[in-house]
């Protein structure tokens, strides 16, 4: 889970260039374009998605903000009633991000994402680039499901403390690599991680809701993007993409003397710390574990040959459960089982969860998802869709794999400065259209785009776990540009590799078919 970040002194409001960029661009549009003589909405919608592309990309007002554009303009402007324009913004898929958002604050409440964190990296080893490994195992399985902000932070204060005690073993010059490519490490871990599952990170979610706003008629079809679907692909991604991270820091760009042996203790130690696990602990282990097998077994699950019946068929309406049922209703059963120590912070708790928890909710990223909800809509209802389409008819006949790679590249470099999750919320629209008018089956075009929008590597201002760990005050910046860059191209090499590989048959995707739904 993750959302990027934006700098501490950019200009916001009345100062911002890209405030008066994206209103002059916006009335330029409404005044001396007609993109549809036939159909003035096309023009509207145009003249309200670049004011919200260009005000998103510059941050002249907080991203939140910026999403809140649709309700004020659909009605001005005639795209959509005022009354049809909130419920767009509240779906099944907040309330997944909802009720996962709860699950991984219980486990930070209670320390448990430590527990876990430690145990891998303790089972790992103390050889240098072993235990870069286990911090990067540790990283990018929390980042799985929980912030990867908050993971971050955390890995971050393990590491900081086994860097300080190897510096004092070693020193400073010979520990200098360990130092850089630790740290590193921890940061695209935790972007990496995110790729796995839907919660993962932002752009996941959002391409599901994304994708059924574009093709209504999928649903109908049966055919959605379930949370097992979605890990067939986007586990081997992640383990493919950590491998070669994992190789070129330890190995290559970052190595460290092959005589250094690092002591565990210090590891083992915190471990210690932690005593045994505590009654609230297990109670957020066996939820959260619950939580995971649910989502990945609710539909039908399919490895080559094998399909794995999914549990939902077996209940009565059990066609009416989607991902974000399970999510709220795991989530309320820890509001319900009752806590008999204080938390982490020292407060005292009268259950797992209680009403303190909601005041950490990012509020700011589910409006952002809201936004980019309205923004397809308005897309779909005004005619927008079908009118950029139609410039991009041809590029049905161009060859897939350099279309799938053109498209990661765009995303995965444009990302290094822009949020990821409104990059997404401005493109998938887009794609989807270009998808209909050149008869290519949309998640050829959406789902790597989507992934390819959680790896940005270069600048510390790209993500959270960057910021985070450049601010640690070890890492020049052109060390981060220097592994970032080559992993950016690594990256999209695996998403353009195994989406071709994968995705097909992950996705039912048949080459040349394009469905019904799809049309």
Sequence with gaps: ???????????????????????????AIL?????????????KMAAVAVLMAVWWISQAIPLAATSLLPLMLFPLLGIMNGKEVPPVYVNYIIFLFLGGFLIALAMERWNLHRRIALRIILSVGSKPSRLILGFMLATAFLSMWISNTATAI??????????????????????????????LGIAYAASIGGLATLVGTPPNLALVRLFELSFPGAE???YQIGFGQWMLLGLPMTIVLLAIVWVLLTRVLFRSPADMTLP?????????????????????????AATSLLWIFRTNLTVGSTTIPGWSQFLPFGGMIDDGTIAVSMALILFLIPAFRKTTDGNGA???????????????????????????????TSGLSTWVGGYFSGLGDAPLPVLV???????????????????TEMILPLLASIAKAAEIHPLVLMVPAALAASCAFMMPVATPPNAIVFASDRIRIGQ???????????SIAVITGLFLLLGPGVFGIEPGVIPEWAK
Aim: no cysteine; aromatic share 10%; proline share 3%.
């Design 1 to 27: 889970m993750g959302e990027n970040i934006s700098v501490n002194n950019r200009k916001y409001g009345f100062i911002s260039p890209g405030f008066w960029i994206g209103l002059v661009a916006f009335f």
């Design 31 to 43: 005044i001396f374009a007609d993109l549809d003589p036939g159909n003035p909405a096309v023009t």
């Design 154 to 183: 955390m890995m971050l204060a393990i590491a900081l403390a086994v860097i300080k005690q190897t510096e004092e073993s070693f020193g400073e010059e010979k520990t200098a690599n360990l130092s850089v490519a630790l740290l």
């Design 220 to 222: 109908a079809a049966g």
């Design 264 to 288: 565990p203790d210090l590891i083992r130690e915190e471990h210690r710390k932690l005593g045994r696990m505590k009654f609230e602990e297990k109670a957020v282990m066996i939820v959260f």
């Design 350 to 380: 009268r259950a797992i969860l209680d009403g303190d928890v909601f005041a950490k909710i990012p509020w700011h990223i589910i409006l952002l998802f809201g936004g980019g909800f309205a923004l397809a809509k308005g897309f779909q």
């Design 405 to 423: 790679a053109a498209i990661t590249a765009v995303i995965t470099f444009l990302t290094e400065l822009t949020s990821n999750t409104a990059t």
């Design 480 to 490: 981060m540009v220097k592994a970032g860059i080559i992993i950016n191209l690594i």
